[in-house]
């Protein structure tokens, strides 16, 4: 996906926890704090607040809410179920594409719908939707992407140390396999 490069000043705000509030400080706006009870209120808040202190229109920019400051040690752990969701994806299009060629040929060699959906351990119905769907449909991931995919898999497995763990994960590589899972592109 790409996204449209905009010239409006995007401004960002991280949220902090403190007891049932987020409290958040917007950069480089001095003076522009607000607070909210839950998530969900931050971007409306944060451009309420920038549009006071700043006096201009509230949609004359843009606004970045950033990962919440979180204590206790999940970052750690939020970052392993993002990247845990992106390699499901990954892996998720691979089983489908290959899923799709094996039941055209396992088809191609006059096996009904029912015995290929038996060979491939999926419903009648779901052969069906494989071997109906265009060849446009069927994406697959490259193999530096599964390569990738894979050694990710394997540091969080391994139980690598959380701090060495975090940089291999945040690389510019996740990023890509986030993309590549969101957009489905080969």
Known sequence: MVEAISNRPRY???????GKFWFLRVEDVQGAYTQVRRLD????MVRDVISLVLE???????VEILEPDLRGGLQDEILQVKALRALADVFGSAASSK?????RRLAADDL?????????GV????VAQLTATTSEATLTPSEAVM???VEIL?????GEDPKERQERLSRPPLEILERMAAAKVR
């Open 123 to 126: 419903s009648h119905q779901r």
């Open 154 to 158: 394997q540091a969080i497995v391994r």
């Open 56 to 62: 201009v229109d509230g949609n004359s920019f843009d």
């Open 112 to 120: 009904t719908i029912r015995d290929v959906g038996r060979i491939l």
């Open 147 to 149: 390569a990738r995919a």
């Open 99 to 103: 899923s799709r060629n094996v039941a």
């Open 41 to 44: 209120q931050a971007e409306a």
């Open 12 to 18: 960002r705000a991280r949220p902090v926890r403190d």
